[in-house]
């Protein structure tokens, strides 16, 4: 038996046909399911004759650059060209997620909220549609695409592509429902080159990520009787390989392939305001819940990939979160 496709509530629709200057914002420091999203939409707009344009905190991240953009991504409010009538919100668990600099046009301008993280507390002003079944944002973009009658084909499909993609670890986490394989099957048949898309997507990495992840991957911790392995990457790190934070990106995966491994966590020092803070990545498999250790840091995400920000370097940040860790396997045994 085929599971039905989702039926997107009537007020998003109606929102998104309303309005004529729209602003498709996703959350800061942008991964491929916020920004693939973001394009997807702008696209769909575009396509049914509303004015779209795309913002994000961070801008469009490098690895994201083979894209076919739908217009520039622009990141600052103060170049935006007008006053948009409407922001869609994509892939954002909270409305802070978008960003400090988006916040005052927030309390100015109706809002959408379209994501699929646990938690998130609808937000929109205007309408809301949150499914955490969802595999992805770019899932729910896509089924409010055919809604609309807007083909999934060229760059559209190519943005919505690399959104499921990678929210579903490539098609493998337990997040990979039939709707979104069908999805993909359905791009492939109008089109979508796969073969030319993964070749971006995979074959782009700078010498300063390969020599990051040799670096991190000599010190990896391996904790708790082997259940738990922490990559710590501090600031000198990543000045002395010359690599971005965009460059550890996907470390944390590759701990979970440890065999034993709960818990993946990777630290990764950055600065703010002249200190030093970490973003946590956590990942875990099955049951085990990592959102609930990402929560208790004012973070969140979903249960086997989460995330927080923390005021803290990174070692200091590994032994207050180290006694929640074991709250996830302590909790289910
Ligand atoms: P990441 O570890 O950044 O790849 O994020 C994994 C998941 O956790 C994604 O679904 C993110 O949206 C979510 N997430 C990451 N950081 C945060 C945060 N500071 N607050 C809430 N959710 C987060
Ligand atoms: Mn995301
Ligand atoms: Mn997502």
Redesign the pocket.
């Known amino acids: 038996m085929t599971t039905e496709m989702p039926t997107v509530p009537e007020e998003i629709l109606s929102a998104l046909r309303k309005h004529k200057r729209v602003l498709v914002a996703a ?1 800061a ?1 942008p ?1 491929p ?2 920004m693939g999203s973001s394009l997807a939409m702008a696209w769909t707009l575009r396509a049914i004759g509303v004015d779209a344009l795309v913002f994000n905190e961070d801008g469009l991240p490098p690895f994201l650059r083979f894209l076919t953009l739908p217009g520039p991504v622009l990141s600052t409010p103060d170049s935006l060209p007008c006053e948009p009538d409407l922001v869609v919100c994509l ?4 409305r ?2 978008l960003g400090d600099t988006l916040q005052p046009l927030l309390d100015r301008v109706p809002t959408v909220n379209i994501d699929h ?1 646990l938690a998130n507390p609808l937000f929109g002003t205007e309408a809301n549609w949150v499914e955490p079944g969802m595999a992805a944002t770019g899932e729910l973009v896509a089924y409010i695409a055919k809604a609309l009658s807007v083909p999934l084909q060229g760059a559209l499909a190519e943005a919505l592509y690399v959104a499921i993609s990678a ?1 579903t670890g490539n098609f493998s986490y337990g997040n990979t429902t039939p709707g979104a394989m069908r999805l993909v099957a359905d791009m492939l048949e109008d089109g979508l080159n796969l073969p030319k898309l993964r070749d971006a997507m995979e074959n782009n990495w700078s010498e300063a990520r390969l020599r990051l992840w040799g670096r991190i991957m000599q010190k990896v911790r391996i904790l708790e009787d082997g259940k738990l392995a922490a990559a710590l990457i501090t600031l000198e790190d990543l000045a002395s390989c010359h690599a971005t934070r965009e460059d550890s ?1 996907g470390i ?1 995966e590759q701990l979970r392939r440890l065999s034993g491994v709960r818990v993946a966590l ?1 630290l990764r020092e950055e600065e703010k305001d002249g200190k030093v803070q970490v ?5 875990s498999s099955g049951k085990d819940n990592v ?1 609930a250790v ?1 929560a208790q840091f ?5 249960r086997n ?5 923390i005021a803290l370097d990174a070692e200091k940040a590994l032994t207050v979160m180290q006694p929640y860790i074991r709250f996830v396997w302590n909790r289910l045994q």
């Open positions: 959350h420091r991964d399911d916020a892939d954002c668990g909270d802070a997620r993280h929210d990106e944390v990777m973003k946590a990545s956590l990942r959102q990402a004012g973070g969140g995400g979903h990939a989460a995330g927080a920000t």
